[in-house]
């Protein structure tokens, strides 16, 4: 099911908190890519700004971890190379089997309730590191 962009998904530093409500829309345009079977070209350019944007979202967290020194830096890398895998699976069976609603689906899966769960469980951990360390001047 489609969710839409809540505040409850706000993590409270400005720049994060607009790239996750940007990472929603790439959801939304995927699954509605996939679903109007246009052709295999919309979908695949609707993968790839996903890929783009997850890659320019996870280097922008990634830094801001390191910067404040997030001490679970390392197992956020994991979560990240794992959300690239499950993307590069559902690109593979794009190639081999093409749009249909079980994609979208999945596609739904791996991007939005993936990004929802990330944000509630990990990314909130590293906001509430950072706010327990005094380090007030990239938050919101």
Known sequence: MLRDWSDIYLVGIAEIDRQHQGFFNAA???YEEILDREGKNAVIEAMTFMREYAGQ???TEEA???KHRYP???EHLRLHARFFRHL???DNDLMMFGPSQDLADRALDITQDWLIDHI???DMLY???VKAG???EDAA
């Open 72 to 74: 679970g830096l390392k």
């Open 28 to 30: 939304h345009r995927l």
């Open 57 to 59: 979202h996870f280097q």
């Open 120 to 122: 509630a469980d990990e």
């Open 127 to 129: 906001s509430l590191h």
């Open 64 to 66: 801001f971890m390191r």
């Open 134 to 136: 005094g380090s007030h």
């Open 88 to 90: 590069e699976e559902l």
